[in-house]
């Protein structure tokens, strides 16, 4: 860390930050949003991994496009009872010539409909195999893991078995940051004001931050990294310092710190001035 022997006023002030932005109020524009939908556990989890791997490009586009895949998944023409679990009721009781009919026309940026359609496969085969994908997680976990990466590893290889998925999920094995998979993680695994949870048999301390160009710049402005490239790297370095103030939960601050370069209304250099004087308390004192 940058700031030696201010590690407690660093915490003190993040956690005032956490405090004063880890509302609910916060969330919109933030495809975390359409959780709130879907109180079921097993239905949030599919949700919260259909929105996660949508979540590129501009907020409102992401928004627009979450939303459509949702309406056709729970408002689809075939005959099968929706009943009170209508994602779980569509990719178990339909046909997958009619799940991959219902978006041969999907197209967001990168992502065409063959890709969402394989998603959606490889969701369904862990539903069939496993009854929901916490019960993959908690048996892709091992005790020697020392984060959610290995099992997240084993994830996506079953869900992707040989097909494209596109860029909607991410390899950690390749480098990648895996933004969104660790974002569909944060959500599901942590459970407070924003983020909704479900998954409380895997700790929080086991995840990584999602590391995207927010988390990466509040990261160097806390002073745990100084690297350019928004890799894995990258994203280990900045959740060890973290761990360094919340050993139990280094995803905490990652919502309310992103805030900082998502709302119109909050700016990064709000979050140097707080760094700043951070230091030259520390600095004053030492």
């Known amino acids: 860390m940058t700031i030696k022997g201010g590690s407690d006023l660093l915490r003190e002030q993040l956690d005032i930050i956490y405090g004063t932005y880890n509302k609910k109020e916060y969330i919109h524009p933030d495809p975390l949003e359409f959780l709130d939908n879907y109180p079921d556990p097993g239905e949030r989890e599919i949700a919260a991994l259909i929105a996660a791997s949508l979540a590129y490009g501009r907020v409102d586009q992401i928004l627009k496009h979450v939303a459509l895949v949702f309406k056709i998944m729970c408002q689809s023409g075939h005959a099968f009872p929706l009943d009170s679990y209508p994602l779980n009721a ?19 940026r990168f992502t065409k409909g063959e890709h969402l359609v ?27 893991d020392k ?15 040989g097909k494209s998925t596109g860029n909607l999920l991410a390899d950690p094995q390749k480098g990648s940051a895996c933004k969104r998979n660790n974002l569909f993680l944060r959500w599901l695994v942590r459970k407070d004001a924003v983020d909704p949870g479900g998954w409380d048999e895997i700790p929080s301390s086991m995840l990584v931050v999602p590391l995207d160009t927010h988390m990466h710049h509040a990261g160097k402005i806390l002073g745990f990294t100084k690297r350019k490239q928004a890799d ?5 370095e900045i959740t060890e310092g973290f761990r360094e103030l ?9 919502f309310c710190l992103t805030r ?3 709302r119109p209304d909050m700016n990064f250099n709000d979050l140097e001035t707080i760094i700043k004087k951070i230091k030259g308390g520390v600095s004053d004192e030492t």
């Open 90 to 108: 569509y990719l178990m009781q339909n046909k997958n010539e009619n799940i991959a009919d219902d978006f041969r026309h999907f197209k967001y």
């Open 118 to 144: 394989y998603l959606l496969f490889g969701i369904k085969e862990i539903l069939r195999e496993f009854g929901s994908l916490k019960l993959f997680f908690l048996n892709a976990i091992s005790p020697e």
């Open 147 to 161: 984060n959610i990466l290995p099992a997240l590893t084993r994830f996506i290889q079953k869900i992707t078995a």
């Open 232 to 236: 894995m790297k990258t994203a280990l």
């Open 246 to 254: 919340s050993p139990d939960d280094p995803v905490k601050y990652d």
């Open 260 to 262: 900082f370069g998502i």
